[in-house]
């Protein structure tokens, strides 16, 4: 299993950077994911790791290694692409059997390699099926069996499961987990979905306009996004416009519309800054107004959508912002659209964001 | 054989064959400017007077004149009836499509030779042998073809919701035929056009046996006037060919991409 | 899937025609566009009339006996001419030789031509409108004109004569035109365009990924051209040889130009049945034994291949 660095690694188009100045580390045996939104530079990155594009800029490092100029073919990658890229023409065996057979393994050897890969993703029973008559779960088996079957330094996997529908996307992501955890696997993994990111990885690298905004563990990256991008693509969708009127080491207070909360900090905030707090719409109580409360908000229902376990309320408050709260039912049966209500929550999940 | 090795051999072969190609036609352009009577090569001294001498010769220009009628009428002919079978062809769901999209396909496999001769016997039989009337129908076969090949290929590419769009909307048939498809095809039907009066226009296999001493092609002309005498006339009135055509081509290929014409069954 | 729209089709048409001066409240319901390959009738027409009665019609004369400068039809049959082409070791090697130069050149355009493909498919795409127009350059001129072209560079005066002559490689001239090797490259130079653009359209459905999986997997570009890329563009390639196949079998012009009066080729024998001794009826044998020859072996071509392709490919 190898480590992989990267250092100052630039793409770039005339004068549009699609990575900027990107640094990494993948240690041995980690499963990291980069993610972000379409264009943001996580498929360039991966395409670099790779060894499909070559950086105008930066080194890659394989265990130590510079393998910038090196080839795909030399750097003992296996890759899974969106597209699975299966070869149609050969059966199941022999496309597991290609990367093998490229090293000039002797064949008794590459068999049994083929053999336990096959039986690794359960598919050993399909062996002379070909691509084509294969289901698409079947088929994302295929790819990353074929993937393994050179004992890759690093497996690559490019948004393989965009395409899939929810049910077996599930199923192959928990497959996916226990299968890089059983082997040991380092991984590196694209997406632009934040659930799966959560999910999956060991660390994630989110990324905006080709640069990394917060590197870390996903709980890190969920409970203490670092900056305003990170945490509304996190899910931290709401952002109220506020004004710090106290301020020390670990906690600030911030007066939004005619009301003042408690919000955990960093470091000081000087007084009378302008900033953003940002709030998950899970953790907002909205009830019926009653009397007024110097530590909530005040608003009317503009309008409610119903999800299943929990329904959705947008709530506009005075000031021309809004704010949405994601709540069960039974927590709020006689809310509805034009009810004037109260929005609460506590301090210690807002995050601060200067504006 | 190492990558840099393999990808070094590619290129050099790739421009061999390059050259392979376009070889026979810059050594015409090339030889049109000789001096000298006689066809050598390089030219030992330069001089447009075959282009006059091309220009003069009456087989070439009456073969010109016949060659262009020819191709005119036969694509004038062929578009309405190609372009009205790509389009039922494209709307069809008949079981017998297979067989029709067969049938259009045959006179681009039957041989241009055989074609030819068919021709000539059956209209013998029936009475028929007058040279234009001959090589009219032969040419009309020639040039529908790929007219209906071209005009499948942009039908291919519209987006059935678009004419569903439309008929949801109100249209007659014949409204989404004019107003909708025709506009949209355009451009396949006029490639289609082009290439069908291009192959025309250069035909000889078809043409060999449907002319006669009065009325000729310019490319049978040419081969006639080879026979006996070889001078860069011929390399003269080549040249001026190949330059129309070639003009003429690469606008088709900006505008519509001249990969479709041969698509593969 | 056909029958049950078929079906529908047809009861749509036949509820339209039958439904009279509507006594419905509604709108008079039009048939739809569906049922209209009415239109391709005309075109159909022409073909049959102007191509296939006539190609009957020359078979038919085939079986009639030979009556030099006869043309029409009479009721004799016999199979007196196919037995005297089939009899004659003379015809029998002048179509094993045109089964031969047409399966020399096949075999060498379709080697040209992958690769040729290939080169367009990997070139950047500003590059591609310019390539496409010098591969089917040769389709452009008029055959006249191409082997002229021909004579010019391979004649005894001719480029590579006087580029050999003048690097002092060879002193006397080699002759090059009119022999087989002549035939071969003139028609591999007309047939190349109709190889590369029909692989070049199959190339263009394959998965660019595809290849690239191939690299990563540590295959270079030889063996991914030719175990990934090339076994994916079997359809063009199968069309590709089917077409040049047919049409170097069949050719006329370039090989009398190129190779001569007595190049050889079942052409030749035919140009001379019509035009110079006038038995068309023997002339017609010939024809029907080319088309004959040609058909089977172009359905063997598509037999073998369509089998082994058969378990993978996704047709389109």
């Known amino acids: 299993m190898a480590q992989v660095k990267l250092k100052n690694v630039v793409a770039r188009y005339d004068d549009f950077f699609a990575v900027d100045h990107v640094s990494l580390t993948i240690g041995a045996g980690q499963f990291v994911t980069l993610l972000g939104p379409s264009g943001c530079g996580k498929s360039t990155t991966l395409r670099i790791v790779a060894g499909l594009h070559q950086p105008d800029e930066g080194v890659v490092e394989f265990n130590g290694r510079d393998v910038t100029g090196v080839g795909p073919a030399q750097r003992n990658i296996g890759m899974v692409f969106q597209s699975l890229a299966l070869f149609p023409h050969m059966t199941v065996a022999q496309n597991v059997a290609f990367g093998p057979r490229m090293k000039k393994a002797p064949q008794a050897e590459i068999d049994r390699q083929v053999k336990r890969m096959l039986e690794i993703v359960r598919l050993d029973h399909l062996a002379d099926r070909f691509p084509v008559q294969m289901s698409g779960g079947q088929q994302q088996r295929v790819a990353l069996a074929r993937a393994l079957a050179i004992a890759p330094s690093i497996l690559i996997l490019d948004e393989p499961f965009g395409a899939l529908d929810r049910k077996l996307r599930e199923a192959m992501q928990v497959e996916l987990h226990a299968l890089t955890r059983q082997l040991g696997i380092t991984a590196l993994f694209v997406t632009h979905d934040q659930e799966e990111a959560l999910m999956l990885s060991d660390a994630i690298g989110v990324m905006n306009k080709g640069r990394i905004e917060q590197f870390g563990p996903p709980q890190e990256i969920y409970r203490a996004p670092k900056t305003r991008f990170v945490a509304d693509f996190m899910g931290m969708t709401n952002f109220l416009t506020g004004e710090v009127i106290d301020c020390d080491a670990s906690s600030a207070k911030v007066r939004v519309g005619g009301s003042v909360f408690a919000a955990p900090v960093s470091g000081v905030l000087g007084r009378g800054l302008g900033v953003k707090l940002a709030i998950r719409p899970e953790k907002i109580t909205v009830e019926d107004a009653g009397e007024a409360d110097a530590a909530s908000l005040e608003g009317s229902i503009r309008q409610i959508t119903y999800h299943g376990n929990a329904s959705r309320y947008v709530v506009d408050l005075p000031g021309g912002e809004a704010l949405v709260a994601l709540q069960s039912q039974s927590r709020a049966a006689e809310l509805a659209v034009g009810s004037r209500v109260r929005a609460r929550w506590k301090a210690e999940d807002i995050s601060v964001f200067q504006d | ?265 | ?316």
């Open chain 3, 1 to 316: 899937m056909a029958g049950g729209a078929d079906l529908e089709g047809t009861l749509e048409m036949t509820s339209a025609a039958t439904a009279g001066p509507s006594s419905k409240a509604g709108p008079r319901r039009t048939p739809p566009l569906q049922s209209s390959a009415a239109l391709a009738i005309p075109a159909c027409i022409v073909v049959v009339a102007a191509l296939l009665v006539p190609l009957a019609y020359v078979l038919l004369l085939s079986l009639n006996r030979s009556a030099p400068g006869v043309v029409d039809l009479n009721g004799s049959f016999t199979l007196a001419n196919y037995t005297r082409f089939l009899s004659s070791s003379f015809y029998l090697r002048v179509l094993g030789k045109t089964v031969y130069l047409a399966a020399m050149t096949t075999a060498l355009c379709a080697t040209f031509g992958s690769i040729l493909a290939l080169a367009i498919w990997r070139a950047p795409a500003r590059f591609r409108g310019l390539i496409i127009i010098v591969v089917i350059s040769p389709l452009l001129v008029s055959i006249v004109t191409r082997t002229f072209g021909w004579m010019i560079v391979l004649g005894d005066n001719g480029l590579i004569n006087t580029t050999l002559m003048t690097l002092g490689v060879i002193r006397t001239p080699l002759h090059l035109m009119f022999t087989d090797g002549a035939v071969i490259v003139g028609l591999l130079h007309v047939f190349l365009p109709l190889m590369v653009l029909p692989i070049l359209t199959a190339l263009d459905r394959i998965d660019p990924n595809v290849p690239q999986a191939a690299n990563t997997l540590g295959a270079g570009r030889f063996t991914t051209a030719t175990q990934v890329i090339l076994p994916l563009a079997t359809p063009g390639l199968v069309s590709g040889i089917t077409i040049v196949f047919s049409l170097a079998m069949s050719s006329y012009i370039t090989p009398a130009l190129m190779g001569g009066p007595d190049s050889g080729m079942i052409t030749t024998l035919i140009y001379q049945q019509f035009v110079v001794t006038f038995n068309w009826q023997f002339g017609a044998v010939l024809v029907a034994i080319l088309l004959a020859v040609s058909l089977m072996l172009v359905g063997a071509i598509l037999f073998e291949t369509g089998r082994r392709t058969r378990k993978w490919m996704v047709r389109r």
């Open chain 2, 1 to 265: 054989m190492t990558d840099a090795l393999q990808a070094w051999s590619f290129k050099i072969l790739v421009w061999a064959l390059y050259v392979f190609l376009l070889a026979p036609l810059v050594c015409i352009i090339v030889v049109s400017f000789n001096y000298e009577p006689i066809q050598s090569f390089p030219p030992a001294s330069w001089s447009l007077r075959w282009y006059g001498e091309a220009l003069r010769n009456t087989g070439f220009t009456h073969g010109t004149l016949v060659s262009a009628m020819v191709a005119l009428c036969a694509t004038l002919a062929a578009t309405p009836l190609g372009v009205l079978a790509a389009i039922g062809l494209w709307s069809s769901r008949s079981r017998f499509k297979p067989a029709i999209e067969a049938l259009f396909l045959a006179p681009i496999v039957v041989p241009g030779l055989v074609t030819g001769i068919s021709l000539l016997v059956a209209l013998a039989a029936i009475e028929v042998r007058v040279a234009p009337v001959r090589l009219f129908v032969g040419h009309v076969l020639i040039v529908m073809p790929y007219v209906i090949r071209t005009t499948l290929a942009s039908l291919a590419q519209l987006d059935p919701a678009l004419k569903e769009a439309a008929e949801t909307l109100g249209a007659s048939n014949r409204q989404v035929l004019m107003k909708i498809i025709l506009p949209l095809i355009r451009p396949g039907i006029v490639a289609g056009m082009i290439f069908g009066f291009i192959l025309s226009f250069d035909d000889v296999n078809v043409s060999l046996f449907l002319v006669d001493a009065r009325t000729t092609t310019l490319p049978i002309a040419v081969m006639s006037y080879l026979q006996y005498s070889f001078d860069p006339s011929v390399a003269a009135i080549s040249s001026l060919l190949i330059a129309v055509t070639f003009i003429i081509t690469i606008a088709l290929e900006r505008s519509f991409g001249l990969k479709r014409l041969f698509a593969g069954n």
